[in-house]
């Protein structure tokens, strides 16, 4: 038999609480309002030894919103909060598709008490030695290089996002904290998919002042990931409003507007990998 609580009397672990939540209109969040509405909540909560939720927050909060009773749990023992936060990350990219975008920016917050810190550490470190601070995409991060710098980019090529676009998500934390105003704004659109690190970065850079920067320099974007930028924004799209269209007219003229332009205009590279992966799905389908 399944334990259970109350979510109301639910609390979350403090160190989970640092990683972002999804906005209360995100797509995702009312899919599973509605699927508690209709069916309270079917996974377990995971809590630690004291009862406090490690995995399931949101799960958590739509059981409030829909009045539940109760919610089913399962109890897990954590050694520590980096164990602790690790599982809740883990869960968190296996049960919601996340844009490298997301599950960079959401690795980088995990880090960014500790970034900051020892940005600011560095920063008046060199201007004791009377060095000009060497601003850079990290935004503080003076790690690059050292061992902590080695781990965090092990990290970044296991939850499968390139080194710029963990550069970006560190720098753009610099921003959030220099520029609170724009968290509420910008972080639930970078969760959901709809806007990328890169383009985030430069519409705050250009709703700032140059004097209210703080020296932060440019996000220097490579052209790698502002080609996955363009994937990511087309596959956002398509993953949200293709399904949309009722009208068979209508997907046919944009499946075949897709068609004619991967013929016409892209590369042969990506032309043939397209080629590869339908002749791969058109066999595991048989």
Known sequence: MKQTRDPEML?????????????DHDPQFLQL??????????????????GLVVDGRHRVKAARLENRDTVPIVQK?????????AFAVARLFERRHYTDSARAYTIAKMEGPTLLKAGKAKRLANLKMGQIP?????AGNPTIGDEKGRVRERMARVHGFSRDRWNQAVFLLGLFEDH??????FEPQILSGEKNLGWVICAIQGRVTPENNKGRSDSRVSVHDSLM?????????????????????????????VADEFVEVWPEEVCKSVEK????RKAARQ
């Not at 050694?79 to 936060?85: I, K, R, V």
């Not at 992966?277 to 791969?280: A, N, P, W």
């Open 11 to 23: 609390k979350v672990r403090p160190c989970v609480d640092v990683l972002p939540m999804l906005a």
């Open 33 to 50: 309002l509605a699927s508690v509405r209709a069916e309270g909540v079917r996974d377990e909560i995971t809590i630690d030894q004291e």
């Open 77 to 85: 023992h954590f050694d520590n909060d980096q164990e602790a936060l």
């Open 134 to 138: 060497q601003e850079s995409p990290m």
């Open 180 to 185: 609170p105003q724009f968290v509420i704004e």
């Open 229 to 257: 930028d363009i994937v990511e924004a087309a596959t956002f799209r398509f993953k949200n409003y293709f399904p949309k269209l009722r009208s068979a007219s209508q997907r046919m003229q944009i499946a075949e507007k």
């Open 277 to 280: 992966k339908l002749k791969e």
